[in-house]
């Protein structure tokens, strides 16, 4: 009966150690999907920045100037 115990004990600690790399690995890909945001914003920010800026002077000038 101790050996059965003992190999449901070691499937039991398997799947647990199985858990802990799927937690690791998304980890990794969040943190992946982070740094690619940070790239992202960074590269094309200034392009977003004058988008909203643009929008803002339209806004503000009630759409007469708006193209």
């Excluded at 590269?43 to 643009?54: K, R, S, T, V």
Aim: proline share 0%; net charge negative; with cysteine.
């Amino acid at each position: 009966m101790s050996h059965l115990a003992r190999v449901l004990l070691d499937a039991r600690l398997a799947r647990m150690n199985h858990r802990g790399a799927s937690a690791v690995e998304y980890g990794l890909l969040i943190a992946g999907v982070a740094a690619l945001i940070v790239v992202i914003v960074f590269f094309l920010g200034g392009q977003i920045n004058d988008a909203f800026d643009g929008t803002g002077d339209c806004v503000e000038s009630q759409g007469k100037t708006c193209e």
